[in-house]
């Protein structure tokens, strides 16, 4: 597609677009990864101090003590959504936030508060799944394929 | 009057009787927040809803430029605005308010100029007591319109630009000779320009050379000197775009003195770091053409200004549909002339 459109344009935008490009700033990338690595590994440490709550304190076997971890998280998220901060951790922190269970829980939080202003059926439930929808459909899709890999590689065994 | 190509000129220089400012709670942390008529602590400014906001923020800053025109809304012949939302809600929500003929234009960010370069030629040509233009941006309302829920955690390219919260409005009316008041002396009519960039968290650059062909065209049809304005100002280029229109003015021997440019959508939010690039949208050029400007122009500070305001002509759909972003830009001229006389 990008191909295709700079291949359409003219040299006069061609010039353009690369004298344009020289006078960006360039995006702190080394920073970003940064960031998002520590942040991320810090909400993974997170998860498994509560995940070895579960397990030490209510007793949870090790495979049952995955989804109340998972539960926890996002009510977290959910609620520095609400209150207004989220958003900005997230926008210093980026990927470190976006990629964990956190930055779906924010996806649909947020999602769901800017449309109540259009009702609770054509706004929150038509509109919550915006963001995360797109994760969603993908997932699934991705995780059939996946499935059915291992199923053909198991039945060729 | 047509001169040149695209150009009007006000021989009977309408003037600007009153404008009106009205910004959000990030107006008030930059450094043009003296410039505003008021300020709202409150981004939802106690509204049920930030459309409803936005409105709200157009309505009440029509209102105090009556109020500071000394009129009422009874005199005013005809009501100009337009804004960022679909089908410009915001201008016509207000105008149902105000009940004044209207008319609803559309030209992104540089709404402010088209506004009050029409307004002008028809106070020019006699065709109406008082025309009041405005138009109206609000950041929340934006971000859901054109981004992302406003809770949402996004982290934005340094490119990207700021929608500032605020709603601009001026009435113009036929000379009364006192000089008293700005008047606008000149107007040219953008070209759409699209160079193929497509990045809608890079406006800046898309809007440069929009920017750019107006001031040439501006310059090209007045045959005026390259210094004859005071400042210059731009639209919301923000930073990335006013280093690249300096440069295009450079690289095409457009000998236009640099310390003469200031760009809106710097001087709104000056360093605030939280804003990228700068400040954009309607409420950007609006609110630094009537509210900064026009304080200067009366202070006596500025006599011959120049706005440039700039508009991506983009929308969401076209964005991901993957269209390139057309832009524009209208410029008019504001000055104050010591005891004009209307010829």
Excluded at chain 2, 164 to 179: C, E, P, Q
Aim: net charge neutral; proline share 4%.
């Amino acid at each position: 597609m990008a191909n295709q459109k700079l291949k359409k344009a003219t040299p006069t935008m061609q010039k353009y677009q690369q004298f344009a490009k020289a006078r960006e700033p360039a995006r702190p990338i080394l920073r970003n990864l940064t960031v998002a690595f520590v942040v991320g590994g810090l909400i993974c440490v997170l998860g498994q101090a509560i995940q070895d709550l579960f397990i030490h304190v209510f007793g949870f076997s090790q495979k049952d003590a995955g989804n109340p971890t998972v539960a926890v998280l996002i009510a977290l998220t959910a609620m520095a959504t609400g209150l207004g901060v989220f958003d900005k951790f997230a926008r210093w922190a980026g990927a470190g936030t976006a990629v964990p269970v956190t930055g779906f829980a924010n996806s649909m939080v947020s999602a769901a508060m800017e449309y109540r202003t259009e009702g609770f059926v054509l706004g929150v439930a038509g509109n919550m799944f915006k963001l995360a929808g797109s994760v969603i459909v993908w997932g699934v899709v991705s995780a059939f394929f996946i499935a059915l890999i291992r199923t053909l590689l198991v039945i060729g065994r | 009057m047509l001169v040149g190509y695209q150009s009007w000129a006000f021989p009977k220089n309408p003037m600007i009787l009153s404008t009106a400012v009205i910004g959000g709670p990030m107006e008030g942390r930059g450094p043009l927040a003296d410039d505003f008529d008021l300020l709202h602590s409150d981004l939802r400014m106690q509204q049920k809803s930030w459309e409803q906001a936005e409105r709200m923020l157009l309505d009440e800053t029509c209102a105090k430029a009556i109020e500071k025109a000394g009129l009422s809304k009874d005199n005013i012949t005809f009501f100009i605005a337009g804004d960022l939302m679909n089908q410009i809600i915001s201008s016509s929500f207000a105008a149902r308010t105000l009940s004044m003929p209207y008319l609803g234009i559309f030209g992104a960010c540089s709404t402010s100029m088209e506004g009050l370069a029409l307004a002008s030629l028809m106070i020019d040509a006699d065709s109406a007591l008082y025309v009041m233009t405005g138009t109206v941006s609000h950041n929340a309302a934006a971000e859901k319109h054109y981004r992302y829920p406003t809770e949402y955690g996004a982290q934005k390219p340094p490119t990207a630009q700021w929608t500032v919260t605020a709603g601009g409005a001026a009435i113009i009316a036929a000379n009364d000779g006192s000089g008293n008041h700005p008047v606008v002396t000149r107007a040219t009519v953008g070209r759409v320009v699209d160079m193929g960039l497509t990045d809608p968290f890079n406006m800046g650059a898309a809007m440069a050379p929009a920017a750019f062909d107006t001031l040439v065209s501006h310059f090209r049809d007045f045959d005026l000197p390259y210094d004859y304005y005071d400042l210059i100002i731009t639209g919301d280029l923000g930073k990335v775009g006013h280093r690249i229109l300096l440069d295009l003015c450079e690289q095409h021997d457009v000998p236009i003195p640099r310390d003469r440019f200031a760009d809106a959508g710097m001087m709104v939010y000056g360093d605030i770091p939280d804003v990228w690039s700068g400040g954009s949208g309607c409420g950007c050029s609006a609110s630094v053409a009537y509210g900064y400007v026009q304080r200067r122009l009366r202070e006596g500070s500025l006599k011959r200004v120049l706005m440039v305001a700039t508009g991506a002509l983009l929308s969401p759909i076209s964005y991901q549909q993957k269209d390139t972003i057309p832009c524009i830009a209208h410029a008019a001229a504001m000055e104050r002339i010591e005891g004009s006389q209307s010829s």
